[in-house]
C-alpha cells in the first residue's frame, strides 16, 4: 500500500522572523479558483462554438493581454477574436460560457477566511485579470471577504509577472518585502516576487499552503 506523502514546512526562518510576517498576497485563478478563461476552457469553446482553432488562438494571443491588462472591454475582445465575423450564437451566450468556467478550489478559500479573521492578517491579490471577469469573480465568490485589496492587472495596466505589480503591491500595502509572503501556482510569477525579496511559494496544493500559512502564527 502506498503510503501517504508527508509534508514538510518549507518556511525555514526562525520563530521571531516568522512572526513578523505581517501581510500575504495571494494569486486567485489556481489557487482559490480555477484559471477561469485559461487554455483548456477555450478548447472547450473551440468545440461547443466551431471555431476555428488556429486563427483563433492566434487572435486570442494578440487580444488577450490587452484585455488582461484593461486596454480592451471584454466586448472588445470577443469582437477582436470571435465576432470579427458572423456567428449562429449571441455574444451574451458565449460569454455566459466563459463566466462559466469560473469555480471554487475545494477546501482553501473557507478556510482561509477563517484564519485570515482569526489572526487578523492582512491578505492582497495580486492577480492577472480582465476587469469583467475581475468584477464577477469578486462578487460571485464573495472575495470581499477574504481580500483587504484587489492588485489587478486590469486596474493597474500591467500583469505578472512584470515586477513593477509587485512593487505597486508592496506600495499598497505598505510593507518591505521580506515582511510579505507570495502564494501563486507559476512558478516565473514566484520568481520575480522572490527577486523583489518577497518570501514567495509556489502553491502545489491546499494542505501544503496551509502550512506554510500556519507556520507564521505564534504558537
Known amino acids: 500500500m502506498a503510503s501517504e506523502r508527508k509534508i514538510s514546512c518549507p518556511y525555514h526562518l526562525s520563530k521571531n522572523k516568522m512572526n513578523k510576517i505581517n501581510v ?5 485563478g489556481g489557487v482559490l479558483l480555477s484559471d477561469g478563461w485559461n487554455h483548456s476552457s477555450r478548447m472547450q469553446a473551440i ?15 494578440v487580444a488577450f493581454p490587452l484585455f488582461e491588462n484593461g486596454k480592451l472591454t471584454l466586448d472588445q475582445y470577443l469582437d477582436s477574436v ?22 471554487q478550489l475545494p477546501e482553501f478559500l473557507p478556510w482561509l477566511v477563517e484564519w485570515k479573521h482569526k489572526h487578523n492578517i492582512k491578505i492582497f491579490s495580486i492577480n492577472n485579470e480582465g476587469k469583467e471577469f475581475n468584477d464577477y469573480r469578486i462578487k460571485q465568490f464573495n472575495l470581499h471577504q477574504c481580500f483587504d485589496a ?3 492587472s486590469c486596474e493597474v495596466g500591467f500583469s505578472k509577472p512584470d ?21 501563486d501556482d507559476r ?22 499552503s496551509k502550512l506554510i500559512l500556519e507556520s507564521i502564527i505564534k504558537s
Do not use: W
Open 24 to 28: 500575504v498576497f495571494l494569486d486567485i
Open 82 to 103: 470571435v465576432f470579427s465575423k458572423a456567428r449562429q450564437f449571441s455574444k451574451d451566450d458565449f460569454k455566459e460560457f466563459m463566466f462559466s468556467k469560473s469555480t
Open 150 to 152: 484587489f492588485i489587478s
Open 163 to 183: 515586477p513593477s505589480i509587485f512593487k505597486l503591491a508592496l506600495g499598497i500595502a505598505q510593507e518591505e518585502a521580506q515582511h510579505c509572503m507570495y502564494f
Open 47 to 61: 468545440e461547443k462554438y466551431s471555431l476555428e482553432p488556429i486563427q483563433f488562438q492566434k487572435d486570442h494571443s
Open 187 to 208: 512558478a516565473i510569477h514566484v520568481a520575480i516576487a522572490k527577486q523583489m525579496g518577497i518570501n514567495a511559494y509556489v502553491h502545489q496544493d491546499f494542505k501544503e
